[in-house]
């Protein structure tokens, strides 16, 4: 068990739908990371925030955004969603901002599947 | 921009044998390199890293890589695979941003690893 969370575990949809995936990092990590696993692209880092702002993006579309609360948790929304949007999203945690020296631990993920 | 090749997708072996997986990265800058393992059903775990000390990088589970900068490889060895490591492990690559301090994670496409009896 790494200590972060994510919920759901599942999450069933339907196309055009919006969605709010939830991650709690581990006690004491800033900084929350998100990446997209699927079939065709892999796993994909889509961006990350360090206490409450945003510091580094990746392949992230503009139909999702994410943002960290006060709490340090963090919430990914993917609206207007499409079939190709089906993956295993996983959050990260690390101490630092840096993930170079700081270890990303990883939560077990949720499940999407648009249909 | 940077870059992991992971060079087989699929590996075989006997319990017992060596294990052998492959990297090779690109990056302009000086890279942090690491090895994640995943087992079925779970999420990522960490098995060593490279942050430009020693070139030899002893992991977890008996795993080790060795970082060569003239070949740009990563490559993860074990001399005795176990049961227990079957499982898809992914070699990445860490550049810092220019701006904002975070980290952009390059994912390689994964080597499942098969261990036989």
């Known amino acids: 068990d790494s200590g972060v969370t994510q919920t759901p575990k599942h999450l069933i949809t339907a196309t055009g739908q919006r969605v709010t995936l939830r991650c709690s990092p581990r006690s004491g990590d800033l900084s929350v990371y998100w990446y997209q696993q699927s079939l065709d692209q892999g796993l994909q880092f889509l961006i990350q925030?360090?206490?409450?702002?945003?510091?580094a993006k990746g392949n992230i579309l503009e139909r999702f955004s994410a943002q960290q609360f006060p709490d340090l948790h963090s919430e990914l929304n993917l609206s207007s969603l499409e079939l190709g949007d089906s993956a295993l999203y996983f959050c990260a945690s690390s101490v630092g901002v840096d993930s170079s020296y700081n270890e990303q631990f990883f939560g077990p993920g949720t499940r999407l599947t648009v249909l | 921009a940077q870059s992991v090749t992971q060079l087989d997708s699929h590996v075989s072996v006997s319990e017992g044998t060596p294990v052998l997986l492959r990297c090779n990265y690109s990056s302009s800058y000086s890279p942090s390199l690491f090895w994640y393992v995943q087992h079925p059903n779970k999420g990522l775990q960490l098995l060593l890293k490279?942050?430009?000390?020693?070139?030899l990088v002893k992991g977890i589970n008996g795993f080790e890589a060795e970082f060569k900068k003239s070949e740009t490889s990563f490559h993860l060895t074990k001399p005795s695979a176990h049961r227990r490591d079957a499982a898809e492990y992914f070699c990445v690559v860490s550049v810092k941003e220019r701006t904002g301090g975070g980290n952009k994670l390059t994912f390689g496409t994964g080597t499942q690893l098969k261990v036989e009896l």
């Open positions: 490279y942050t430009s000390a020693a070139t």
């Open positions: 925030y360090y206490n409450g702002e945003e510091r």
